[in-house]
Each structure stands twice: as C-alpha cells, then as structure tokens.
C-alpha cells in the first residue's frame, strides 16, 4: 500500500479535511492513473459490502428463527403496538370487509367469481345497518354460526365454504365461534361473538391460498395470520373450548348468553 | 429483572438483518453468523443497555466482542485438534456457494483471504456505518491506524481481485 491508497481510501469515506479532500480531488482529476487506483479501492469497498449480503439470501438456522419468531409474537401481543387484531370494535368489521372485498375483487377479475360479495354484505345497506361487525340476519353466514356444529363444512354463498372450527365463552360471558371462510381466492378466519343483536365478527385474518394448482384441496388460515387470530383467543377465551354437548345445546337453545 | 419493553424488541427485529451482515462480515460463514446473531440477541435481552447508545451500533458491539471470544475459543480448538481444521477447510461452504451466484469466486476468495484485523476494520466502517473515530475506541487504536488498516484492506481486495486489470 502506499499513502496515496490511505488517503484515497480516506476520501472516499469523507474523512479527510477540506484542504486535503481538495488536493486529493484535484489529483484525481489531473492524474488518470490515481483516478483509476480511487475507482479499484471504491470497488474493492462495495464488494465487500455487497458480500456481506450474502447473507440476506440464506435461510435462517432454526434456533435463530425460532427467536426471532418469539420476538414478533412478543410485539404482537394484544394491548402492544404493533398489532392487527385489537382494532376497536366498530372498525374491526370494516376492516375485515375490506379485506375480504380486496381478495374478492382479485378472484373475480382472475376467475369470474363474485362469491364473496354476495356473501359479504356491505358495510352500510339499505336497512341501516352499521358497519360494526354486525352479521346481517338470515345471511349464510349467520346461519353458520346459529346452527352448525363444530367440524362440519356448510356452504354459506357461491363458491364459498365454511366451518366451525370450535366454540368457547369470552370473559365477558358471551358464546363465541371460530370459523374458516373459503373460496378460491383464499381464507378468511374470523372469531364472532354472540350480543343481544345477534353475531358480531370481533377480529379476522386472511390469507391468500399457498399455491396454485391445489385449489381442490381445503386451506386454512397461513400461520402468520392464524397466529394473530391465536392471540386474540389469548384473551378473549374464558377457559377451554365447549364441548360437542355443550356446543349442541347452545345451539338447540339459540345461544344465549351465559348467567 | 423487568421485562424488555416491547419497543426493544421491535428495534432489535429492525437491527436483526444489520447485525446477520455484520456478523457474517466478520466470520465468513452463515452458521456462525446466525450463531453469533442468537447469542447478540440474547445478550442483549438479559443485560442493561445504555440509555443513549443507538441499539444497532450496540448490538454490532456485543456482536464483534462475542466474535472476539469464539475466535479465542476456536484457536484452542485448533492448537487441539489441527488435522480436523484442515479437513473442514477442504469442504465448499454454503456460504460460499451461494456468495459466488452474487460476487465473483475472485472477489470471495480475496475477502476470505483478508487478514483479520483488515477484515475487522472494513466491517465495522464498510458494514457497520462506524466513523473512524468510533472505529478507533472500538478497536482501541488511534485514529491513524484505522486509515492506515482501511487504505490496507482496500489495496489488498483491489489488487488480489484485480480491478485494473
């Protein structure tokens, strides 16, 4: 090395001062030689750079993923920024429809169908209805979730699947319902809770079908999205999940709420 | 001891891809460089921070200084057990493997040739953004003998690769 490559390597870190910074530029512009050994070190430096990213394209160890992994779970944690399940009450089921139109208009341009809308009223109709998450009466969806049991596949609208997933109280005392919506465009999982003026969808998730030509095959929620959906269940869940008896006879009496 | 505020965690997912670069900087290999990620992450969950160190910069620290005490560790090792060394040393690494799709095999090799103390001080000012001057406390050594050890490792990548060639 000679001193000419310490200031050259210096100049191109912007460290010398402006006296010297200026008698290395005038060289550089008088001397191709010293243009040309400033341009090898500055490509000697973004190799380098450029080799340490190498990495980026590596699949993590496992031991690192899973830390990593806790580490997101930790920032997602309900009552923590960061998270997309703990929406107020009367956005979340605006949010969730527009999600589910969002993955609808995406199906229907791809496939031509429009099943999700039709199943999906919109936020505000005709009848008045707010757009608080508020299953309409009569819809397939609400159907669903009075009568099905636990584990059986029922067609809610066009080319549109569900199933109860399970069943459990809230803290608050109120019968609740996971769920699984599927249609070519993917799957919705949504937890609804039963109040005094009827289903309320409480938080949703979505996830797009993994890969095309499975499209036969049932999908449910991704693990990221599952994973949001399981942390809501954290806290809204009183205690295990009803049993087949217990689920039947809330069904047979209506779901009222608990005493 | 209370438990890490959720904002840590966030900074420390945001720094995690920094640090992976910078640690595979410094060891040329993606085991030890998730090994080396791990550990930093764990260090610094259990341990206090400085309030007003920056947290990338603080875990690129903890990083070369855990870096430091495997490389101790792994000259034990090889005074120990030399014929094994060697033979690992044949073996393609698949880190190698794939830094080859991006840059040159010319380019790895000079790199990978790259003394140490060369090496260590392009990482920290290359990689880890350091000025000279936190360079030199860093690496407990004035500020000249980070110009000169940069200007070094530069010369050395630029002519082992042959950019003017």
């Not at chain 1, 009827?198 to 449910?220: E, H, I, K």
């Not at chain 1, 999940?241 to 217990?246: F, G, Q, R, V």
């Amino acid at each position: 090395m000679t001193d000419m490559d310490e200031k050259l390597s210096a100049y191109l870190d912007g460290m010398l001062d402006e006296s010297e910074s200026s008698g290395v530029a005038a060289l550089i512009a008088d001397n191709p030689a010293v243009a040309e050994r400033l341009e090898a070190l500055a490509l000697a430096t973004s190799d380098f750079v450029q080799s340490a990213s190498v990495i980026d394209a590596a699949p993590m160890s496992p031991a690192l993923a899973a830390q990593l992994a806790r580490l997101h779970v930790e920032v997602a944690r309900p009552g923590r920024a960061g998270n997309v399940t703990q929406l107020p009450q009367r956005k979340q089921f605006v949010s969730f429809l527009e999600t589910h139109r969002a993955v609808a208009a995406a199906a229907a341009i791809a496939t031509g169908l429009i099943a999700v809308q039709i199943s999906m009223p919109p936020p505000k109709r005709a009848t008045g209805l707010p757009a608080d998450g508020l299953i309409l009466a009569d819809s397939g969806l609400e159907r669903l979730l009075n009568e099905a049991a636990s584990g059986s596949m029922t067609a809610v609208g066009k080319a549109l699947d569900a199933e109860v997933r399970f069943s459990f109280e809230s803290v608050g005392g109120a019968p609740c319902r996971l769920a699984d919506l599927s249609s070519e465009g993917g799957t919705s999982r949504i937890v609804a809770c039963r109040e005094t003026t009827g289903w309320r969808v409480m938080v949703a998730s979505f996830s797009a079908p993994p890969s095309l030509g499975n499209d036969s095959q049932y999908q449910t929620a991704g693990a990221t999205s599952s994973e949001a959906i399981e942390i809501y269940l954290d806290s809204a869940m009183a205690g295990p999940a009803m049993t087949a008896l217990e689920e039947a006879k809330r069904i047979s009496e209506k779901w009222p709420a608990s005493q | 001891m209370a438990a890490p505020e959720p904002s840590l965690h966030r900074d420390i997912l945001d720094a995690a891809p920094h640090v992976r670069r910078f640690a595979y900087s410094l060891c040329r290999n993606v085991a030890d460089a998730d090994d080396l990620l791990q550990s930093t992450i764990e260090r610094v969950l259990s341990r206090s921070m400085p309030d007003d160190v920056d947290l990338k910069r603080w875990m690129f620290r903890i990083c070369r200084n855990l870096w430091i005490d495997t490389k101790r560790a792994e000259t034990t090792h090889q005074a120990a057990a030399p014929d094994l060394q060697l033979a690992a040393g044949d073996l393609p690494r698949t880190d190698q493997i794939a830094g080859a799709r991006i840059t040159s095999a010319r380019v790895e090799k000079a790199i990978d040739a790259l003394p140490e103390q060369y090496r260590e001080v392009l990482t920290l000012v290359a990689v880890g953004g350091a000025s000279y001057k936190d360079a030199a406390a860093e690496l407990s050594v004035p500020i000249g003998t980070i110009m000169s050890r940069l200007g070094r490792a530069r010369a050395i990548l630029a002519d082992a690769v042959g950019y003017a060639d």
